[in-house]
Each structure stands twice: as C-alpha cells, then as structure tokens.
Nanobody, 126 residues
Framework: QLQLVESGGGLVQPGGSLRLSCAGP????????IGWFRQAPGKEREGVSC????????NYVDSVKGRFTISRDNAESTVYLQMNSLKPEDTAVYYC???????????????????WGQGTQVTVSS
C-alpha cells in the first residue's frame, strides 16, 4: 500500500516562494498519478494540480496557473509543487494524494484518490 508524506510547508511573505514535496517510496509508486489538494479554514478541500504517473500530463486549477508548477521524479519517488508569487489566499493545509492509474481529472477530483498524506501547512502573510 502506497504511503505519502508531504514536506516543505511554512510561513512566507506575499510574493514569496515555497516548494512542497510528496514522497511515496515503494514498488507501487510508478503506477500512481499524484494530485495536490488544499483546504483553507472554513472552506472545502479543492484540487490544485495533478500529474499523471509517467509525468506526461499536468493540470492546474485556474487560480494557480502561471504561478505553481508540478513535477515528479520517479527515480526518487517524489512529486514536487513549486509555488511562486504566493498570495494570502493560498494559505491552506496542502495534501498530496495518489490515484491508481495514468490520468488526471481536471486539477483533481477528491473521490478518485485513494491514498492521502497527512498534510503540510502553508501560510502566506506579512
């Protein structure tokens, strides 16, 4: 069973950058597409970005296009989310999740993901 661990969250000023990592070592890693989701206080969890298992297809929610970049290194069993030009509205707990198969549905549909990490807090504030 795949297990995912996020890291890289923290406090950053508006306009700053962070890189989140999602690690999932194990033989099943190459068969999972990975999504990043976020949940702000009092709001529903939303899909931010996803990348297919071979890393060929990537999708983003409109609010982060041009600012966030998702990538994966299958040799290291890790997916990254590079977040630039951060805004206060990006503040949330960020989760990575695994979906068995080679596809992304938009920026991520929660019910399609079977494996979840514990989350990492991102706070954008001056």
């Amino acid at each position: 069973q795949l297990q995912l661990v996020e890291s890289g969250g923290g406090l950053v000023q508006p306009g700053g950058s962070l890189r989140l990592s999602c690690a999932g070592p194990g033989v099943s890693w190459p068969f999972y597409s990975i999504g990043w989701f976020r949940q702000a206080p009092g709001k529903e969890r939303e899909g931010v970005s996803c990348i297919t298992s071979p890393g060929v297809i990537t999708n983003y929610v409109d609010s982060v296009k041009g600012r966030f970049t998702i990538s994966r290194d299958n040799a290291e069993s890790t997916v990254y989310l590079q977040m630039n030009s951060l805004k206060p509205e990006d503040t949330a707990v960020y989760y990575c999740a695994g979906l068995w198969g080679d596809y992304c549905s938009g920026a991520g549909t929660i019910d399609e993901y079977s494996v979840w990490g514990q989350g990492t807090q991102v706070t954008v504030s001056s």
